[in-house]
């Protein structure tokens, strides 16, 4: 696994590697930042918009970090890019490293499928969340594109091609509600602590208090032990099962990886 750019660069280089090979390498890396791209304009459009892929509103002040990279596999193994990308991801998140994993997972669970997928095969997905970075709430919007080669030549230089983007935003808290934030903020907890009663309990009332920090004349009543055990055992009941982002192939239907 590698940088896509890094690896075409060799291959043109080498004397050892076959024009056509070379044009077709250089092509996918031009499929990759048209992709890019593209994703890019959209989840900025979308930001402006307050728009999330299902249209549930979720406004922001300032996009505070972006990221895009390419990559490319080069073995029949995912683990490397996964880990990449998690890696990745958490460049750009400063808070609770659970939470991070939650992220993670989530967004591995979308990566793998895409590598899973046949030869010759194009994927993307796009996926949101919005979770607590004490002491600030923020948005993340992701993009994965990738495409695994067919041609036994380019498979020797490349398995799969990807194109990655990341935005990361800060909440319009003002016109973000509690219980919004937690129905979108629970999967990522569910993802990131399981059934641990006691970690979900803690990470429900820091994002209480870090909401109240924004919304002081909107007290959120989850005061009571009772209030916090009801959202606890709903999220452990699966009422808040990780949001597992759809990928699609492209010229295909969706396929839900549920």
């Known amino acids: 696994m590698g940088a896509l750019r890094t690896i075409v660069k060799s291959a043109d280089s080498s004397s050892e590697v076959e024009e056509e090979v070379k044009e077709a390498l250089a092509m996918l890396v031009e499929l990759a930042q048209e992709k890019a791209v593209s994703a890019e304009e959209k989840i900025k459009f979308d930001l402006q918009t307050g728009k999330t892929t299902d249209d549930l509103s979720v406004p922001i002040t300032k996009v505070i970090q972006s990221k895009v990279e390419y990559r490319a596999m080069t073995s029949t193994s995912s683990s ?41 095969q194009e994927s993307e997905t796009r996926m949101y969340s919005v979770v607590t970075e004490y002491p600030a709430i923020v948005r993340f919007d992701f ?12 498979m ?66 989850t005061d009571s032990l009772t209030d916090i055990d009801k959202i606890v055992d709903e999220i452990v009941n699966s009422n808040a099962m990780p949001k597992i982002p759809s990928v699609r192939r492209i010229g295909k239907e969706y396929y839900g990886l549920a």
């Not at 880990?83 to 490293?97: A, L, P, Q, R, T």
């Not at 993009?143 to 380019?154: D, M, S, V």
């Not at 924004?214 to 009543?221: C, I, L």
């Open 143 to 154: 993009y994965f594109w990738g495409r695994n080669t067919k041609a036994k030549a380019i």
């Open 80 to 120: 490397d890019i996964v880990k990449s990308i998690s890696s990745s991801i958490g460049e750009m998140f400063s808070g609770n490293s659970d939470i991070l994993n939650g992220i993670s997972s989530i967004a591995s669970t979308a990566i793998t499928a895409i590598t899973g997928a046949g030869e010759g």
């Open 156 to 221: 020797t230089q490349v398995k799969s091609a990807f194109a990655c983007v990341g935005y990361k935003s800060a909440v319009d808290m003002s016109k973000l509600d509690y219980n919004t934030f937690l129905s979108l903020y629970a999967p990522i907890l569910r993802a990131a602590f399981g059934s641990d009663e006691e970690k979900l309990k803690t990470m429900i009332k820091e994002s209480k208090e870090v909401y109240e920090m924004f919304n002081a004349k909107n007290h959120v009543y």
